[in-house]
């Protein structure tokens, strides 16, 4: 993924995607400390991909706090990623 592409979702998004699922998800840094999950410059990309698989990264992504991408997200939340991409018309 390129910077240009990583900053285009930053961008689209504009928020931790895990907030937008759930308005009490506090979002935290690398370093655990909490931050607005709306500051752009603490937001990571996770990659998502079309299917569970090991190995090679996602082609899409979406904005998500640290803590939330490094800890791994759920199932629920993978397929809510996937959802919420396909809605935008983003393709694989």
Not at 15 to 25: A, P
Not at 36 to 58: E, I, Q, T
Not at 77 to 91: I, N
């Amino acid at each position: 993924m390129t910077q240009q592409e990583h900053d285009g979702i930053l961008t689209r998004d504009r928020m931790c995607f895990l907030f937008r699922l759930d308005s009490t998800h506090t979002c935290r840094d690398a370093w655990g400390l909490f931050h607005n999950p709306y500051d752009f410059w603490k937001l990571s990309v996770d990659h998502v991909k079309d299917a569970p698989m090991m190995g090679k990264r996602g082609t899409r992504g979406v904005a998500m706090c640290h803590f939330g991408n490094v800890s791994g997200p759920s199932r629920e939340v993978r397929q809510a990623e996937r959802a919420y991409l396909d809605s935008l018309g983003v393709a694989a």
